[in-house]
């Protein structure tokens, strides 16, 4: 009998308005005295989708979206992801039955999450053992081709979703800012793990980014790939105290790729995987796009002010740049 160990990610798409973000986040289980990546064990990632349509979305027209946004994840070279479709059925898709299985849900009480995603994790190993995905009905949908104004696009929520599928959280590279009505709308998004969803009828999230694929080669990459992708490393810090929660980005002089990170502990650690090699610019900045606790639970410390790594780093193919520490100051 396998402990399992329920992990929800509240970490919803929230609906609020429009454009696209980049900076990833892995999940990780805290097994013995280490934290391990959140991902699935060796082998094709088997899913159900559920027999039930909605206003313009049939559980086929369910099925089809999620098999293009399956094949954007898994087409990525380098990788050694791989879904498999089982079937339909009735079953819902929410709760722990062995089964992974995406639908439709009836969430009226999620008035702003279009969609969720929720993992069973072996408590033993930390590797995911049952996953589901959740579309709220309460939501207009299409998956008419070029989008529909005013409808949400199925298959750019599934591949966000899908990313935490696999174990991705969300990335912050994206800009906001709030509407009168306390929500926020997107003004620029560098990611498809943005935590804010683009204008319904928007189609720009059925393409991956920088930043989630490189989120998703740190997680999934073959051997072949680590030894072609580097890392950066470091510590942020506010008066020698680590900053817990920061948000760490590295721009790319030669490729003017961003990929993002955060500092995961209260030494105020990071670690950014699956860059391609050359100079990066890093850049460090409080978490302030989307409720913090979209991106991480408890503890962010967002009182600080915008720094820059004291020197540009390069990152050497299949290894890590020296570490560097950034300081920052209070706001
Ligand atoms: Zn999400």
Not at 99 to 111: A, E, M
Not at 277 to 306: I, Q, Y
Request: hydrophobic fraction near 45%; avoid cysteine; charged fraction near 20%.
């Amino acid at each position: 009998m396998r402990r399992l160990v329920a992990v929800t990610l509240v970490a919803a798409l929230s609906l609020t308005y429009t454009a696209p973000a980049h900076a990833y986040l892995k999940f990780g289980f805290r097994l013995g005295d280490q934290t391990i990546d959140v991902r699935w064990p060796a082998g094709p990632i088997r899913y159900f989708i559920s027999e039930r349509d909605v206003t313009n979305v049939t559980a086929g027209d369910l099925r089809a979206a999620v098999a293009r946004a399956a094949s954007t994840w898994q087409a990525l070279p380098g990788t050694t992801l791989s879904f498999e479709f089982q079937g339909f059925t009735t079953t819902s898709p929410a709760g722990a039955d062995s089964r992974n299985t995406i639908g439709f849900l009836d969430r009226p009480d999620l008035d702003r999450v279009l969609g969720a995603t929720s993992l069973l994790l072996d408590g033993a190993t930390g590797t995911i053992a049952e996953a589901d995905i959740f579309f709220n009905t309460i939501f207009p949908w299409s998956v008419a081709d070029a989008g529909e104004t005013g409808r949400v696009d199925v298959e750019s929520v599934v591949l966000h979703e899908l990313g935490h599928f696999i174990g991705l959280g969300h990335s912050a590279i994206g800009e906001t800012e709030l509407t009168p009505s306390g929500g926020r709308r997107v003004q620029g998004s560098g990611a498809v793990m943005f935590p804010i969803a683009l204008a319904a009828g928007s189609t720009a999230d059925r393409a991956l980014q920088p930043d989630d694929i490189a989120g998703l080669l740190d997680i999934y990459g073959s051997e072949a790939t680590h030894g072609r992708t580097g890392s950066i490393q470091g510590r942020v810090e506010q008066n020698g105290r680590g900053v817990f929660g920061a948000h760490v980005t590295a721009f790319n002089l030669i490729t003017g790729t961003i990929v993002g990170g955060f500092t995961l502990n209260t030494d105020g650690e990071f670690v950014i995987a699956g860059l391609a090699e050359g100079p990066h610019l890093v850049r460090v900045e409080p978490l302030d796009d989307a409720d913090v606790e979209s991106f991480l639970a408890g503890g962010v410390d967002v009182n600080f002010r915008v720094a820059y790594a004291p020197r540009m780093l390069v990152v050497p193919k299949g290894g890590a740049a020296a570490p560097i520490t950034i300081p920052v100051v209070p706001k």
